[in-house]
C-alpha cells in the first residue's frame, strides 16, 4: 500500500454533493463521480496497485491471464509500459513511484519473488530481502527519497544498496505499508489466525520499527490497507467475516498521534481493498460491494471526518449488470487536480457456456470529495 505521497500537496476542488449518496439510504448515488478510464480488452485483466508521480505520469501493475503486466499513463492514455528489463513474472502486485527515474514494483515468480527498479530508462531487477511470503505472495511495498519498505513475513528497509530486516512475532504479516519519509513509516498487518486474531501496526523512526498500540477494531479484522498523511493522522482498514455468513463487516481506524479512534460508522457490507486520505481530513474508502440488496455498480465510500457517504463508480459497458463484479485493489491522487485514480478488475455477463471474462479496470474521479461537515 503504498504511497500516496501526492495527497499530501494536492489542492481538492470543489465538490459535487448531489452525486453523493448519504449512508443509511437506499441504492447507488444517481451519478456517478467516477469515469472509466481503462477497461475492456485491454492489455490488464486485473490491476492491483497505482502510483502517481504527477498530473500526466502514473504506473498501473496487475496481470493478464498468467503473466504480469505493467501499465503507464502519459496524460493522455494508459498503455503497456514497453520500458526494456522487466522480467517474467505471474503477476505485478505492488508499485510505487518517486519520480519519473525512481519507480520500483513487486511481483510473484510461482513461490518466488521479484523486484525491480525503473531508472528512466529501464527496469532492472533488484534482489529482495527475505524469503517469499508463501501466505500472502501480494506483499506491500513503499518508496520514498533514499528508501524503500517492503512488508510480508518481515519489515525490510532498502537504502544505499542495502538490506536491513525486523523480525516480526510468530504469526503476524504485515499487509500495508505507508512512508511519509525516510524516518517516518507506518505498517499494519494482522497476527493470525484469522479466527481469534488481532489487527498490528508499527512505525518506522529511522532506525527501528516499533509496534503501537492495538487499533479499537473487532476481533478478527485483517487490517491489510494503511495511510499516513503525517504523525498524528494515519488510518488502517479491513474487514472482517460476517457472522452466520453475512455480508463481510468492514473497520476502520484513525491515530491522531496519540490514541487511535474507530471511525467504522455507517460504512457497511464491504470488503475493503482501498483506502486514501482526500487532503482535506476525510478519507476515500473502495473494495468489493456486498450491500444487500445486491447493487451491480461498483462503489466508494467517503469519510468528512463526521459522516460516511456512498458513491456509484462509472460502470464499465460491458460489465455484468445483475449482480456484484467490480472489485478495486488501490487508490492514488491522479497528480494535483484533486482527482483519483482506481484500479482493480470486474467480469463480464455470463455467455451461452455460463463462462464470464474478467477485464482490468481503471477509473479516475471527476468530481472532488466533498466539503468536510461542520463539526
Given at each position: 500500500?503504498?504511497?500516496?505521497?501526492?495527497?499530501?500537496?494536492?489542492?481538492?476542488?470543489?465538490?459535487?454533493?448531489?452525486?453523493?449518496?448519504?449512508?443509511?439510504?437506499?441504492?447507488?448515488?444517481?451519478?456517478?463521480?467516477?469515469?472509466?478510464?481503462?477497461?475492456?480488452?485491454?492489455?490488464?485483466?486485473?490491476?492491483?496497485?497505482?502510483?502517481?508521480?504527477?498530473?500526466?505520469?502514473?504506473?498501473?501493475?496487475?496481470?493478464?491471464?498468467?503473466?504480469?503486466?505493467?501499465?503507464?499513463?502519459?496524460?493522455?492514455?494508459?498503455?503497456?509500459?514497453?520500458?526494456?528489463?522487466?522480467?517474467?513474472v505471474w503477476q505485478w502486485s505492488a508499485v510505487s513511484a518517486v519520480s519519473a527515474d525512481d519507480v520500483w514494483a513487486y511481483g510473484s515468480v510461482g513461490r518466488g519473488q521479484a523486484l525491480v527498479h525503473f531508472d528512466g530508462e529501464r527496469w532492472n531487477s533488484v534482489t529482495a530481502a527475505g524469503p517469499a511470503d508463501d501466505s500472502w505472495p501480494e506483499v506491500p511495498i513503499d518508496a520514498v527519497p533514499g528508501r524503500l519498505f517492503k512488508g510480508g513475513n518481515a519489515l525490510y528497509t532498502y537504502s544505499g544498496g542495502a538490506w536491513k530486516t525486523f523480525a516480526l512475532p510468530a504469526r503476524v504479516d504485515i499487509r500495508g505499508i505507508d512512508a511519509i519519509s525516510a524516518d517516518d513509516a507506518y505498517a499494519t498487518g494482522m497476527r493470525y489466525p484469522v479466527d481469534g486474531g488481532h489487527p498490528v501496526t508499527y512505525h518506522w523512526d529511522g532506525t527501528t520499527w516499533t509496534l503501537m498500540e492495538q487499533p479499537p477494531l473487532l476481533t478478527g479484522t485483517d487490517t491489510a490497507k494503511i495511510a499516513a498523511e503525517s504523525s498524528d493522522s494515519v488510518y488502517v482498514a479491513g474487514w472482517a467475516v460476517g457472522p452466520d455468513a453475512a455480508p463481510p463487516v468492514p473497520g476502520v481506524a484513525h491515530w491522531?498521534?496519540?490514541?487511535?479512534?474507530?471511525?467504522?460508522?455507517?460504512?457497511?457490507?464491504?470488503?475493503?481493498?482501498?483506502?486514501?486520505?482526500?487532503?482535506?481530513?476525510?478519507?476515500?474508502?473502495?473494495?468489493?460491494?456486498?450491500?444487500?440488496p445486491a447493487q451491480a455498480d461498483p462503489v466508494f465510500w467517503h469519510y468528512d471526518g463526521a459522516t460516511w457517504t456512498k458513491e456509484a463508480g462509472a460502470p464499465a459497458s460491458d460489465g455484468d449488470t445483475r449482480w456484484p463484479s467490480y472489485?478495486?485493489?488501490?487508490?492514488?491522487?491522479?497528480?494535483?487536480?484533486?482527482?483519483?485514480?482506481?484500479?482493480?478488475?470486474?467480469?463480464?455477463?455470463?455467455?451461452?457456456?455460463?463462462?464470464?471474462?474478467?477485464?482490468?479496470?481503471?477509473?479516475r474521479s471527476s468530481t472532488a470529495a466533498p466539503e468536510a461537515a461542520d463539526s
Open positions: 500500500m503504498l504511497v500516496r505521497h501526492l495527497i499530501r500537496t494536492a489542492a481538492v476542488s470543489s465538490a459535487l454533493a448531489s452525486t453523493l449518496l448519504m449512508a443509511g439510504g437506499a441504492g447507488a448515488a444517481e451519478a456517478s463521480g467516477w469515469e472509466v478510464s481503462l477497461s475492456g480488452d485491454s492489455p490488464a485483466t486485473s490491476l492491483m496497485s497505482v502510483s502517481t508521480v504527477d498530473d500526466d505520469l502514473a504506473w498501473a501493475v496487475g496481470r493478464k491471464g498468467g503473466e504480469g503486466v505493467i501499465m503507464r499513463w502519459d496524460g493522455e492514455r494508459w498503455a503497456e509500459d514497453t520500458a526494456p528489463g522487466l522480467p517474467a491522531n498521534g496519540s490514541a487511535w479512534e474507530d471511525i467504522t460508522g455507517a460504512l457497511s457490507a464491504l470488503y475493503v481493498h482501498a483506502i486514501a486520505p482526500d487532503g482535506r481530513g476525510g478519507l476515500w474508502v473502495t473494495g468489493n460491494d456486498q450491500a444487500e472489485a478495486f485493489y488501490d487508490l492514488a491522487p491522479a497528480g494535483s487536480s484533486g482527482d483519483f485514480w482506481a484500479v482493480g478488475d470486474y467480469s463480464t455477463p455470463m455467455d451461452a457456456n455460463g463462462d464470464q471474462t474478467v477485464n482490468g479496470l481503471i477509473e
